[in-house]
């Protein structure tokens, strides 16, 4: 049986409900099933909250919500990302490791719908990257990748590839680049969804290898500012 010892009492209540159900009783209700006082509750509630574990309306009440990995790792890294943006590098390395590792599982995953979805997305960005004016591509980056991994039906690899791209916007590489490299990475890109869609999916995963090093680059020439 795994460990209970780091819960609080209201999580291991919870973690006895049935996924998403609709029917947690009030805290007022909990409190005497265990004997834990209501404000102790409260504030266990609120932690419940933070970590994506529950929801609570006026009306409807305390409902359990389906298991989300993003706001848990969202709490511990935006906590060091204040604490020390470089950290941020440790963290990319680690969501590029899983990218790798995950990649045939994931290509093959994806149906024709998917592989159009890839492919319109290489168009956007490439639209945007030829417009006048430019414009950075960032949404398109996001949801290139985003989709790739969108089949695995694994929370834990997309709640870290989600947190990546929020961490990627709070230290402003949405923002920060320049047009040699936008070009280099939607060149790779193009590539990788062209492999897809082609079923050659180790050239897929060489064009994403050599593409991950143009970010090491950009992380290492980032201005002082932005560290």
Same mark, same amino acid.
């Given at each position: ?9 209201? !999580? ?23 004997? =834990? ?84 997305? =290489? ?36 709640? =870290? !590839? ?66």
């Amino acid at each position: 049986m795994p460990t209970q010892e780091n819960l609080s009492e209201f !999580l291991k209540y919870l973690a006895k409900y049935p996924k998403e159900c609709d029917n947690i009783p009030s805290l007022s209700v909990i409190s005497k099933e265990i004997g =834990i006082s209501v404000a102790a509750l409260r504030e266990q509630l609120e932690v419940a909250k933070a970590l994506g574990f529950v929801e609570v309306r006026p009306r409807t009440g305390i409902k359990k919500t389906p298991f989300d990995f993003y706001p848990s790792v969202m709490l511990g890294l935006n906590y060091l990302l204040i604490e020390d943006q470089d950290s941020f590098i440790k963290f990319s390395d680690l969501r590029q490791k899983i990218e790798f590792s995950f990649w045939e599982e994931a290509v093959i995953l994806l149906d024709s719908d998917d592989q159009q979805k890839l492919q319109q997305i =290489i168009q956007q960005a490439f639209e945007k990257l030829n417009g006048s004016p430019i414009q950075i591509p960032h949404e398109q980056h996001k949801n290139l990748h985003l989709t790739i991994y969108s089949k695995l039906n694994n929370p834990f690899v997309s709640g =870290i !590839l989600e947190a990546y791209w929020k961490a990627y916007e709070l230290i402003g590489l949405n923002f920060f680049t320049d047009y040699a490299y936008l070009r280099a990475v939607w060149d790779y890109h193009k590539i990788m969804v062209d492999s897809i869609v082609s079923n050659e999916y180790q050239k897929g995963y060489d064009a994403m290898k050599e593409h991950a090093d143009l970010l090491v680059n950009l992380l290492d020439n980032r201005p002082a500012s932005g560290r």
